[in-house]
């Protein structure tokens, strides 16, 4: 029998991080801080919130930090043992020791789709969310993060679902944009998805932000999937087909996001994340 249960989580960060040169010339650009805490952090706690503790990276080359920050290191503990400095390391303690992480490698650099089929081994037959940890998701103060929200509506419907924002028309082409029926507040059955359209060609200004939750059909479909976009072969073009022979969701979440992909989201992001987050701590 399938396993529908959802504990997984993949996170893609096979990435260069270009426009972070360079920063990140020698360090994966998602272990850049936002304020003492590296972006990919901010996203395994969002996933550990929702309950998913089975984490998969797809990784490759310059990225053994990322390894190394999920790993215990014995000489900082040792060093750091009944100092007034150990409630720092607290939760990375937390994730290391609730959480399993795996890894695997991306060869090739041919798109976000061929990113998430490289987890295939990782995930298994499970249902499971992605995350793109340039996306910093903050939650308003008391709320719940977007995976768990995300998590909820999956546990109802049992179908993929993407997270979306409403985006400026002028910005509608640095994203997949989708065209849906409304079903209730905030949620959407997709009908249509074009991974970054021009303004003219957008069906709605609708944009997918770096969250999802895929059934694992997901695998078979993307390996039918022919280069798209930038000849790049696009996870959006698979949720099409998805969408197309069952149903895909699209759901506009509760909380801030930040593209913490461009420097003006990031700088926006550490910011926000200093006066709201860091300092209420
Ligand atoms: C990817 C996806 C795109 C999505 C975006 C969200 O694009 O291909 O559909 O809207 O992430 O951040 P990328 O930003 O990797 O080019």
Known sequence: MVDKTINKCLFPVAGY??????????MPKEMLPIVNKPLVQYGVEEAHEAGLHTVGFVTGRGKRAIADHFDISYELEHQIDGSGKEHLLESIRTLINENDFAFTRQNHMMGLGHAILSGRNLMGDNPFAVVLADDLCVPEPGDEGVLAQMVKLYKQFRCSIVAIQEVPEDEVHKYGVIAGEPMKDGLYRVTDMVEKPSKEDAPSNL???????LTPDIFEKIEATEPGKNGEVQITDALLK????????????RGKRFDCGSIDGFVEATNYVYEHV???D
């Open 207 to 213: 944009a997918i932000i770096g969250r999802y939750i």
């Open 242 to 253: 998805q969408a197309n022979e069952g149903c895909v969701l699209a759901y506009k979440f």
């Open 17 to 26: 991080g270009t426009r972070f040169l360079p920063a990140t010339k020698a």
């Open 278 to 280: 860091f300092k209420q």
